[in-house]
Nanobody, 115 residues
Framework: QVQLVESGGALVQAGGSLRLSCAASGSIFSTHTMAWYRQAPGMQRELVAVIFTGGSTNYADDVKGRFTISRDNAKNTMYLQMNSLKTEDTAVYYC?????????WGQGTQVTVSS
C-alpha cells in the first residue's frame, strides 16, 4: 500500500509562487508514474502535471511555462513548483501514484490565489 502526504498549500497573491511537496511512503518513483491533479470547487479533478518513471514530464496547457514537476528519489518526495500564480489556479491539489490498475491518492492540499 502506497501512502502519499501533500504539503505546501497556502494563500498567496496572484503573481506569487508556491512549492508543493508529496512525500511517498517508500521508493516508488522507479515503478510508479507520479502526477499532480487539482480540483476547484464545483469542478472535476484535472491533471496538472505528470512525471514518468523515466523522468519525462508533461503538463496541462494552462500551466506550461509556469509550473515544474520534479522528484527527489533519495527523499521519496515529489514537488510541484508553481510560479506566476493566477486566481484560476485556486484548487485543492492532489498527489497521485499510478502503476497499472493501482492508483493511490494523497489527502490534498489547498492552494488559494487572491487577486
Amino acid at each position: 500500500q502506497v501512502q502519499l502526504v501533500e504539503s505546501g498549500g497556502a494563500l498567496v497573491q496572484a503573481g506569487g509562487s508556491l512549492r508543493l511537496s508529496c512525500a511517498a511512503s517508500g521508493s516508488i518513483f522507479s515503478t510508479h508514474t507520479m502526477a499532480w491533479y487539482r480540483q476547484a470547487p464545483g469542478m472535476q479533478r484535472e491533471l496538472v502535471a505528470v512525471i514518468f518513471t523515466g523522468g519525462s514530464t508533461n503538463y496541462a496547457d494552462d500551466v506550461k511555462g509556469r509550473f515544474t514537476i520534479s522528484r527527489d528519489n533519495a527523499k521519496n518526495t515529489m514537488y510541484l513548483q508553481m510560479n506566476s500564480l493566477k486566481t484560476e489556479d485556486t484548487a485543492v491539489y492532489y498527489c497521485n501514484a499510478n502503476r497499472g490498475y493501482n492508483s493511490y491518492w494523497g489527502q490534498g492540499t489547498q492552494v488559494t490565489v487572491s487577486s
